[in-house]
């Protein structure tokens, strides 16, 4: 069975998303990545010690991947008959797996958590209703398509040698071109949410934007990122990245510290996969509450200080 | 300037969803209102009409029910709204969605179509990119500023590290994200004016397509419960009970 694994790139390598997915990939059958970015020997090195026999590489250069890199791959889905084609549920898959199911007519099953191929198709797990369910969806049709939420899967390495590459010529996506002119980061210090072992994360009940530099106070002695809920990311109060959640990152750090946070379904999706999860707030009903290891009723403004000289006092 | 806004209908989030025994597919009340998410398109529609003289039209798959949610984005000041509403739709999946939406759009004209990242209650977050595909223009997606004009669009769209700033001309679709812009609040006058505004329902038959198979929910099981641990109540050293579990996970 052939499977195909979508990477984006991220600093020059493959992306951990795309990586993750690998791992389950290589259990279903044999792998080819499609790696978004430039080809480099390590590139395919690493791809091959995740499990990819072989690496399709589509380079969209200064165009927006999603039209030309669809095109690219329907045709070639339609000449290999893959078995299946997974994404991570991050910007750019999304984009290229929407419109590779629309140009090859077939559905698309989305927020996966995980992924089984049948003989006809396939068959996903997703958490509903802020996890506490989890419904079975199935699609008979081939390839099927899948998009897979980060964090389902542990990226590993299994050893392979390097995946033998092959260049994915993109065509002109004519009227449907976009152009990617500039390209911005944001400054990015301490350890990213994706990958810290410790997670601070604050919501409204902070009570003010000028009151997450506690949060990243608190981040520091205990080399944590820092973490948010859309509430307070939508009244601008911190950058979208770093949204945890259901239309944020899902995140599983070993240590998962919810300040102010209620623990709405959308939060939790996101989070309550964590090690050890404490929350601090002040109503004794939060549901936040019931997915946590350590729960403090008590005021954000007088926990926090004195816990982060606890800390820096150490 | 022809702008079309998609909105969609849904159960009050505040309200527990429930879905249909046997199909697994999502109960929906005759009362529904406008996914929120879809508030910051419309506004986003409304302010690019308005600066390019032209109208914005809402196109809306689902049942129409008592179309209180289309209502709402009908009184914050769009011009008139289509939906599609047809008993075969029930279940559709995000492509069957998408060739609905594109065959109404298709239908009223468009320079620039604009929708959500994702909705609330289906949350496929592909429903744009397919709409794109299937009316062949560009997908800009994930906007998180946006400036157009009558023949171009560039918008800062969202990325891991930060944004990028991508053009193209139009037609085009536009995928928004929370916080684009400051959605208005209906105003009086624009909850009176709205209960007279174009309300068009199509079916499919209207619009010569036929629905696709329905998305097959197979099983929904419990997941496996997170169990609650200690609560404690801070008598101004709860901090102490955080040191210490942190020193017993060995972070400290
Ligand atoms: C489609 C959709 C997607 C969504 N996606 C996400 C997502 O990805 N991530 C996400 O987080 N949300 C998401 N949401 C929003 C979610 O439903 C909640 O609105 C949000 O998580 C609430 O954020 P909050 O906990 O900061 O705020 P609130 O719910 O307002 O909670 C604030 C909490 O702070 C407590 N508090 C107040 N004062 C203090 C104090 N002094 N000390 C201690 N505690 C205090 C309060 O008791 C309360 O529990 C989504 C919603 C929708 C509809
Ligand atoms: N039934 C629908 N009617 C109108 N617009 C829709 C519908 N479903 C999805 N959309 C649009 O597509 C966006 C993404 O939805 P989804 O792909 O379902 O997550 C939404 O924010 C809407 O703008």
Same mark, same amino acid.
């Given at each position: 069975m052939s499977v195909w694994v979508f990477v984006e790139s991220s600093e020059g390598g493959p992306a951990s998303a795309g990586l993750e997915i690998m791992s389950r990939a290589r259990e279903l059958g044999e792998v080819t990545a499609i790696y978004l970015g430039s080809a480099s020997d390590e590139v395919a090195a690493t791809l091959g010690d995740h499990g990819a026999a072989r690496v399709l590489v589509a380079d969209p250069g200064d165009r927006l991947a999603a039209a030309p890199v669809a095109a690219a791959l329907a045709a070639r889905a339609e000449s290999e008959q893959p078995q299946a084609i997974l994404f991570a549920q991050t910007y750019d898959s999304r984009d290229v797996a929407g419109r590779l199911a629309a140009r090859l007519g077939v559905g698309v099953l989305s927020n996966a958590n995980a992924v089984?191929?049948?003989?006809?198709?396939?068959?996903?797990?997703?958490?509903?209703?802020?996890?506490?369910?989890?419904?079975? +969806?199935?699609?008979?049709?081939?390839? +099927?398509?899948?998009?897979?939420?980060?964090?389902?899967?542990?990226?590993?390495? +299994?050893?392979?040698?390097?995946?033998a590459v092959e260049t994915l010529d993109l065509p002109d996506a004519g009227a449907a071109e976009a152009k990617v002119v500039e390209s911005h980061a944001e400054e990015r210090e301490g350890p990213q949410l994706g990958d810290a072992k410790v997670v601070v994360?604050?919501?409204?009940?902070? &009570?003010?934007?000028?009151?997450?530099?506690?949060?990243?106070?608190?981040?520091?002695?205990?080399?944590?990122?820092?973490?948010?809920?859309?509430?307070?990311?939508?009244? &601008?109060?911190?950058?979208?990245?770093?949204?945890?959640?259901?239309?944020?990152?899902?995140?599983?750090?070993?240590?998962?510290?919810?300040? &102010?946070?209620?623990?709405?379904?959308?939060?939790?999706?996101?989070?309550?996969?964590?090690?050890?999860?404490?929350?601090?707030?002040?109503?004794?009903? +939060?549901?936040?509450?019931?997915?946590?290891?350590?729960?403090?009723?008590?005021?954000?403004?007088?926990?926090?200080?004195?816990?982060?000289?606890?800390?820096?006092?150490? | 300037m022809r702008v079309v806004a998609c909105v969609k209908q849904i159960p009050d989030p505040s309200t527990p969803y429930k879905l249909e025994e046997g199909t697994g597919w999502l109960l929906r009340p005759n009362d529904q209102v406008l996914d929120d998410t879809d508030r910051y398109g419309v506004e986003m529609g409304l302010q690019i009409a308005q600066a390019n003289g032209g109208t914005l039209t809402l196109v809306s798959m689902g049942p129409t029910g008592s179309a209180q949610g289309i209502r709402q984005a009908l009184a914050m000041g769009a011009d008139k709204a289509v939906i599609v509403d047809d008993a075969t739709l029930r279940g559709a999946d995000a492509l069957t969605t998408a060739r609905v939406l594109a065959a109404a759009i298709g239908k009223e004209g468009f320079d620039l179509v604009i929708t959500g990242t994702e909705s609330t209650d289906g949350y496929a977050g592909v429903v744009p990119q397919m709409l794109a595909e299937l009316l062949g223009v560009p997908s800009l997606t994930y906007a998180t500023s946006v400036e157009a004009s009558s023949d171009q669009v560039k918008i800062h769209r969202q990325t891991v590290t930060g944004y990028d700033v991508v053009t193209s001309g139009l037609p085009a679709v536009l995928s928004v994200t929370a916080g684009v812009v400051e959605p208005r609040y209906p105003t009086f006058k624009g909850i009176m004016d709205a209960k007279k505004k174009p309300l068009e329902t199509l079916t499919l038959a209207d619009l010569g397509i036929e629905a696709g198979p329905a998305q097959e929910v197979t099983g929904v099981n419990p997941a496996p419960e997170r169990e609650a641990g200690r609560k404690i109540e801070d008598d101004g050293s709860a901090h102490l009970a955080i040191i210490e579990l942190l020193e017993q996970k060995k972070v400290i």
């Open positions: 089984r191929l049948t003989d006809s198709g396939a068959e996903t797990d997703h958490e509903v209703f802020g996890g506490t369910e989890i419904a079975t +969806a199935a699609i008979e049709q081939r390839p +099927a398509i899948v998009i897979v939420r980060p964090k389902s899967y542990t990226a590993e390495p +299994a050893g392979g040698s390097p995946a994360a604050a919501g409204r009940g902070i &009570g003010s934007a000028e009151a997450y530099e506690m949060i990243e106070r608190l981040a520091k002695p205990l080399n944590a990122a820092t973490g948010a809920t859309r509430a307070i990311v939508d009244s &601008g109060w911190v950058p979208y990245s770093k949204q945890v959640g259901q239309t944020g990152k899902t995140v599983k750090p070993d240590v998962y510290i919810a300040v &102010g946070i209620s623990g709405a379904m959308q939060h939790l999706v996101g989070m309550k996969d964590s090690g050890t999860i404490i929350a601090i707030n002040k109503d004794p009903d +939060a549901p936040i509450f019931s997915v946590a290891d350590l729960g403090i009723v008590g005021d954000a403004g007088q926990v926090v200080p004195k816990l982060i000289e606890a800390l820096e006092s150490r | -």
